[in-house]
């Protein structure tokens, strides 16, 4: 039978209240910096949100605080990447319907003038 001293007990359950702490104090610090990632998106503007971003993880001493920052840089680099390629397909698109008008007019054109040598 294992026999602990009262001091051994006490500090163990200080240790896990401690730990319990910090585990919560991580999750909400993760959640201010999604929310003033966010905020600084609508006030900062692109550049300076950026600066910050890549400050926080100087900043941040936790691993799951480094880890919530990296998972939304590779949100964000993902959500810029559909973002482009929706860029490049709208473009392409419009340069198709733009050469395809060309062509029509061109061929209307043409209609019209092999009309005219007619009359």
Do not use: P, W
Not at 47 to 55: A, K, L, P, Q, V
């Amino acid at each position: 039978m294992l026999v602990y001293c009262t001091g051994c007990v006490q500090l163990r359950k200080e240790i896990e209240e401690l730990r319990k702490k910090l585990l919560i104090q991580e999750k909400l610090l993760g959640a201010l910096l999604e929310k003033e990632i966010k905020h600084s998106i609508h006030v900062g503007g692109r550049r300076r949100y950026m600066e910050e971003e890549e400050s926080e993880e100087e900043k941040v001493h936790g691993e799951a605080l480094v880890e919530f920052v990296k998972e939304r840089r590779k949100k964000r680099k993902v959500k810029k990447r559909k973002i482009l390629a929706e860029e490049m397909r709208r473009k392409e698109e419009d340069d198709r319907r733009k050469r395809k008008e060309a062509y029509e007019k061109k061929k209307l054109q043409q209609k019209n003038k092999e009309e005219d040598r007619k009359e």
